[in-house]
Each structure stands twice: as structure tokens, then as C-alpha cells.
């Protein structure tokens, strides 16, 4: 048994994960469940966002399984989500996109690359943000590390190795944003130097988004800093159909957190008409990060073949099904 900590979340998470469990379940994966609160749900019960309770769980079981949590506005937290990965260091944020059969994507062709997000520096880091007294300049800080830097660049190669992948491509600013995009690319190149199996090229960040929505197969893995990574990811999920099939891994050196990249989707809460093929790929990348790649490659298949069919799909892929019956047709395709 491996137990894994499941955060039902807020919106239309609960829904979603409800849809996320049925399917596991079937798949008789000897999981255990710790179910933990955090978000409004854990601020309703237990008057606070993330409670101790919740680190502990994840502290122990070291997984997670996250569904989306509402940020409220003004006090507490800035973010649940950037607390808790800087609470674990979950330093890579790692997001794949492909093109997938019956969806809305933009791009007619195969896509099928993996953004790798540095995810606790850059200028997320939330430090040195002010604006004067008078309202009229705003400052903020970025940092950026060698270490930092180092590590990122490195899980990439590492998860172009172990994934078969052939290219990696460092996507920075350095030409202008000289010192922070300048020490994460000349960190890039001495990591590079060291996996010569691995082929790497560098894009400046303006026309790799060019790039990416003209010729995206050119693209295998993409390495980059906090800012350019998140935007990134979101334009890669527009090409292949949108935020329904959007997951993300969260990887740290002592905890994981795996999730869909959307938010509590609060428009469509409580409808059940919610997608849960993006939080169901995040369980897909968690089974690879349990080194059960082959049940992983099971569940993705099953996923594959239900769009394939356009069995019970959700009104975003222009189907009528509820969220219940699309995890019901993919489960009975395991
Ligand atoms: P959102 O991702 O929740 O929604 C954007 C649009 O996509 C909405 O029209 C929504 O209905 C649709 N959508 C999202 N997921 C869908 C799904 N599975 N199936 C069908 N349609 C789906 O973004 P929004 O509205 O900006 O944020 C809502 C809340 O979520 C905010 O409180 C925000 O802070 C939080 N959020 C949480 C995240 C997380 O926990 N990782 C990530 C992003 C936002
Ligand atoms: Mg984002």
C-alpha cells in the first residue's frame, strides 16, 4: 500500500477528484487515501487555509494530489499554491502538453513537448514589491541563483534521459534582463556541456512563443525561469485544446504535488459538468513519479480512447456528458 495525502480543494475540485478517484480506484492500484483540507474549505472548518495538519499529511506521505484551491482576495496567503511550493521547495514544475483526438486545439498537428518551470525564484519570489507613496512607481525584486538555476536545468536533462526525449531548449531574456536571465543561461550552458547525448538550443523568450504557436513540433522539452514558464505553459495548453487537459507535476526533493494547471472553476461549480481528464493526467504523471509507468501509460490510454470515442465528453470538448459519466466511460476503457 502507498498512501498518498488527497486534497479535494475548492470549486469545482471536489467534483473533479471525486471523478479522479473513480477511476484509480478501478484501477485496484493498492492506493490508501489520506484525505487533507486546504483552501476555503480548510479556512470554513478549521479557520485557516492551510492548516498543520495538511503539511503534516504531505510531509509524511511525501504525494500529494491536489485538486484546484480558491486564493481568497486580500489577506492571508498571497497564493495557497506558491506557499505550499515554497513551503516543500517543490523547485520543478513540470508540464506537459500533446495533442489529444476530438478537442479544440489550434494547431492540427502533433504536439508533444514538456515545459520545466523553475518554480521558487525569478520574479514570483514575491519580495521587494512596492509601490511609493505617492501610487505613481512600482519596484519589485527578482532573484535568480546559480543553484537554483543549476538544479532546474539539470532535472530537465535528467527527465530527457529517463523520458527517451532527444532536445532540450533553454528559453531566456538574457540579451536584456542581463543578470538574472544572464546567470540562469550561462548556468544552462556549463549543465548542457555535460549531457552531450541530449541535444540543446537557446531561445530568446519573444520568439520562442512565436515559434512555439508556428512550428510546435520543433519543440521536445523547454527549460526556463518562473515568470516565462508559467506563461509559456499556458500558451502550449491553448494549442493542444485548452485547460480541460492541462496536468503539472510539482517536484520537490522531499515532497510532490501533482494537479491540474486550472483553477476552482468557480463559473461552472457545483454543475458536475466539469472536465477531469487535466487533474486525471496529473494522476498519470504521479504514477510515473511512483515508478508505475506502465499504469500510467494504462490510464492515459484509456483517456486517449474515450476522446477517441467522444464517449460522455464535457461540454467544453462539445459533448453533453456530466463529469461523473466521462470518468465512468474512461474507466470502463482501462
Ligand atoms: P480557472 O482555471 O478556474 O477558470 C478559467 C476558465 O476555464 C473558466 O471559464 C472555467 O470554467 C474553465 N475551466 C477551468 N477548468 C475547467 C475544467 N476542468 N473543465 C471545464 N472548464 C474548465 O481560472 P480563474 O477563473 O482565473 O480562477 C478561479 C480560482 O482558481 C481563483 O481563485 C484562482 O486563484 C484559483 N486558481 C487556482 C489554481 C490552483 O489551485 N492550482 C490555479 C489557477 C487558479
Ligand atoms: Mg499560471
Excluded: W
Aim: with cysteine; proline share 4%; charged share 20%.
Amino acid at each position: 500500500m502507498t498512501t498518498i495525502t488527497v486534497i479535494r480543494g475548492d470549486g469545482i475540485g471536489p467534483e473533479i477528484m471525486d471523478a479522479t478517484l473513480h477511476v484509480l480506484d478501478a484501477m485496484q492500484l493498492g492506493l490508501a487515501y489520506e484525505f487533507a483540507d486546504a483552501g476555503m474549505v480548510a479556512l470554513e472548518k478549521h479557520g485557516e487555509l492551510l492548516p498543520a495538519a495538511t503539511m503534516d499529511s504531505i510531509r509524511r506521505n511525501k504525494i500529494a494530489l491536489k485538486s484546484p484551491l480558491t486564493t481568497p482576495v486580500g489577506g492571508g496567503f498571497s497564493s495557497i499554491n506558491v506557499e505550499l511550493r515554497k513551503r516543500f521547495d517543490l523547485y520543478a514544475n513540470v508540464r506537459p502538453a500533446r495533442t489529444f483526438p476530438n478537442t479544440k486545439a489550434r494547431f492540427p498537428g502533433n504536439v508533444d513537448l514538456i515545459t520545466v518551470r523553475e518554480n521558487t525564484e525569478g520574479a514570483y519570489i514575491g519580495e521587494g514589491q512596492e509601490v511609493s507613496a505617492d501610487g505613481e512607481t512600482a519596484v519589485l525584486t527578482q532573484k535568480v541563483t546559480r543553484k537554483g538555476s543549476e538544479r532546474i536545468v539539470r532535472y530537465a536533462f535528467e527527465l530527457a534521459r529517463t523520458t527517451g526525449r532527444k532536445k532540450v531548449t533553454v528559453v531566456h531574456k538574457a540579451n536584456i534582463l542581463k543578470s538574472t536571465s544572464g546567470l540562469f543561461l550561462k548556468t544552462a550552458r556549463e549543465v548542457a556541456a555535460q549531457y552531450p547525448d541530449i541535444e540543446c538550443n537557446e531561445m530568446i523568450v519573444d520568439n520562442a512563443c512565436m515559434q512555439l504557436v508556428m512550428r510546435p513540433e520543433q519543440f521536445d522539452i523547454i527549460v526556463t525561469t518562473n515568470l516565462f514558464g508559467d506563461i509559456i505553459s499556458d500558451l502550449c495548453a491553448g494549442l493542444v485544446g485548452g485547460l480541460g487537459l492541462a496536468p503539472g507535476a510539482n517536484i520537490g526533493n522531499d515532497a510532490a504535488i501533482f494537479e491540474a494547471v486550472h483553477g476552482s472553476a468557480p463559473d461552472i461549480a457545483g454543475k458536475g459538468i466539469a472536465n477531469p481528464c487535466a487533474l486525471l493526467l496529473g494522476a498519470a504523471q504521479m504514477l510515473d513519479h511512483l515508478q508505475r509507468a506502465d499504469q500510467a501509460e494504462r490510464l492515459r490510454k484509456a483517456i486517449v480512447a474515450t476522446l477517441e470515442a467522444k464517449d460522455s465528453l464535457t461540454p467544453d470538448l462539445g459533448g453533453d456528458g456530466t463529469t461523473l459519466a466521462f470518468a465512468k466511460a474512461i474507466a470502463s476503457r482501462l
